[in-house]
């Protein structure tokens, strides 16, 4: 019935995602061990919400960024210090009778991402700042995101949500519990990638391993935040040990030509600014 409702051209079938797919052919090279993460949490802030629920899938890739195996998944529950907020449970399903009495160990989650040499998360710049809160080892490993270090909008995709992904990859998953999402982030990336000769885990590779520098744009002339918001600019205005300031990341190539512009366009002469470099094990963390 699915093929023949294909087959019409009117009809695009969905099929669900049970499982890893069924990898087959020659590894090149050195394999390596990747692991994709995705997190359930209370809320959005770490220094306050808590992780509910552990997603982590192991694979092994090679040298040419290939998906080759898929491990046994990690895959826990954890009960928070307070009840789920209601607007969680609508999102993810889990209640308070769901996680009660679960427990996470952090050295059994250490222990669980010892080899691996790259952590993967769909939204990264959220996952690793609880991941590394909860469990320190976390900090010493490089991580990527599929979410924002792939152009999907470059690729033809209107979207890089995982459910618009996986609906334009012709599956769909129980969303919005952590297994499930790390099942189908490796789905796509292990997928061609719309537009290029290779797929999405080689692409996101590549941008992985490129070294950028942010610039903070410090006393920044205010009338001209619109400017420096039109280039790609963000505020950071949370106290702590970067400054109060507009910033950027930029390939470490594009260094010269960024501080340039801003000589040019913002401060109007010569100007010393706060510069850092950032690589995987940097980027995405709250120490960056």
Not at 29 to 41: A, V
């Amino acid at each position: 019935m699915a093929l023949a409702l294909e087959a019409s051209g009117r009809y695009r079938v969905l099929r669900r995602l049970d499982g890893p797919r069924t990898l087959g052919g020659e590894a090149v090279g050195q394999l390596r061990q990747g692991i994709i993460l995705d997190l359930e949490t209370t809320g959005l802030d770490p220094a306050q919400d808590e992780i509910i629920e552990f997603g982590l899938v192991p694979f092994t890739y090679d040298v040419g960024g290939r998906v080759v195996a898929v491990g046994a998944p990690f895959s826990r529950l954890r009960q928070p210090s307070g009840p789920i907020p209601p607007e969680v449970t609508k999102l993810t399903g889990l209640t308070d009778a769901d996680v009660a009495g679960a427990v996470v160990d952090p050295a059994e989650v250490e222990a669980f991402i010892d080899g691996a040499a790259l952590i993967i998360a769909h939204n990264a710049g959220f996952d690793r700042r609880f991941a590394e809160t909860f469990c320190p080892a976390f900090a010493h490993k490089p991580w990527a995101c599929s979410y924002s270090q792939i152009d999907w909008k470059g690729c033809g995709l209107e979207s890089g949500k995982l459910a618009f992904l996986a609906a334009a990859y012709g599956f769909f998953h129980d969303g919005h519990r952590a297994h499930h999402d790390c099942l189908a982030t490796l789905e796509i990336l292990a997928s061609p990638l719309p537009g290029t000769d290779g797929t999405g885990l080689q692409a996101l590779l590549v941008a992985a391993r490129k070294t950028s520098v942010r610039i903070w744009a410090e006393n920044a002339p205010y009338d001209l935040k619109d400017v420096l918001k039109a280039r790609g600019y963000r505020w950071n205005g949370e106290p702590g040990p970067s400054p109060r300031a507009w910033w950027i990341d930029v390939d470490a190539a594009d260094q010269a030509a960024e501080l340039a512009f801003l000589e040019a366009e913002i401060y109007r002469g010569e100007v010393n600014l706060p510069v850092r470099r950032i690589t995987a094990f940097e980027r995405f963390s709250q120490r960056a």
